[in-house]
C-alpha cells in the first residue's frame, strides 16, 4: 500500500483525478477497499488539491462519481452473483466474520444501510453486493447510494484538502469519525421520524374535532 501511496503523491492533473476516481469505483465493485481504504485516496486526493496539483471541485466530482458508480456495479454483482458470490474463492477471502457483519447491518437497517455503510471501513466494500443479493429495489439502492456517496466523497476530499501535507495523522482516526458521523446521521434521521409522526398524529387528532372542538 505505501508503493501505491508514494505513486498518487507523484501524480498530479488528470492522471490524479483518474487513479482516485478509480480506487473509489473499485472499493465496491472489485473488493478493492479491502486492501485500501477509500479514505485514503481520496484523503491523498484532496491533500493533492491543497497544493495545487489538481482541481479541488474536479476531485469532489471524480471522486463522487467513481463511489457512486462502483456501488452500483457492486449491487450488480450481488444481485446477478447471488450467494455463490459468498462461497467463491473471493468471497471465502473476505471471509465469514466480515460477512456476516455486513449481513446484520443490512437486515437491520434496510436501504439506511447503504448510505450509514459509507462511512464504516467494510461496510463500505460488502454492503452494496448484499443489497443485491437481497434484491433490494434498485431505484431505492440508487437514492441512498447517491446521497451517501456524494457526502462521502465530498467531506473526505475536502479534509484531504484542509489536512494538506498533514493528511496521513488522520488516516487512522478518520475511521473512528466516520463511525461517530453514521450514528449521528442514525440518531438524526430517528429524530426527524419521531417528529414527523407527532404532527401527523396531532394533524388526524385536529381532524377528527369539530369547528368547537367537539368530535363530528
Request: proline share 4%; aromatic share 8%.
Amino acid at each position: 500500500m505505501d508503493t501505491l501511496i508514494d505513486t498518487l503523491t507523484a501524480l498530479s492533473g488528470w492522471a490524479a483525478l483518474l487513479v482516485v476516481g478509480a480506487l473509489a469505483f473499485g472499493e465496491s465493485a472489485a473488493f478493492v477497499g479491502l486492501f485500501l481504504p477509500g479514505e485514503t485516496a481520496l484523503l491523498l486526493g484532496g491533500a493533492l488539491a491543497a497544493t495545487g496539483r489538481v482541481s479541488l471541485p474536479a476531485m469532489v466530482v471524480v471522486s463522487t462519481v467513481g463511489a457512486i458508480a462502483g456501488d452500483s456495479v457492486g449491487y450488480e454483482i450481488g444481485r446477478w452473483s447471488g450467494p455463490p458470490l459468498r462461497r467463491s474463492r473471493p468471497g471465502r477471502w473476505v471471509g465469514e466474520r466480515r460477512w456476516t457483519r455486513a449481513e446484520q447491518f443490512v437486515a437491520r437497517h434496510g436501504p439506511l444501510a447503504v448510505l450509514l455503510g459509507r462511512w464504516v471501513g467494510v461496510l463500505r466494500t460488502l454492503v452494496p453486493a448484499l443489497a443485491g443479493m437481497n434484491r433490494m429495489p434498485y431505484r431505492r439502492f440508487l437514492l441512498f447510494n447517491a446521497v451517501g456517496g456524494a457526502a462521502w466523497a465530498t467531506t473526505v476530499v475536502l479534509v484531504g484538502y484542509l489536512a494538506g501535507a498533514s493528511w496521513r495523522r488522520l488516516e487512522n482516526h478518520l475511521g473512528e469519525a466516520g463511525a461517530g458521523i453514521a450514528a449521528l446521521v442514525l440518531i438524526g434521521l430517528a429524530a426527524a421520524w419521531v417528529i414527523r409522526r407527532r404532527r401527523r398524529r396531532r394533524a388526524g387528532a385536529g381532524r377528527d374535532r369539530g369547528p368547537r372542538g367537539t368530535r363530528s
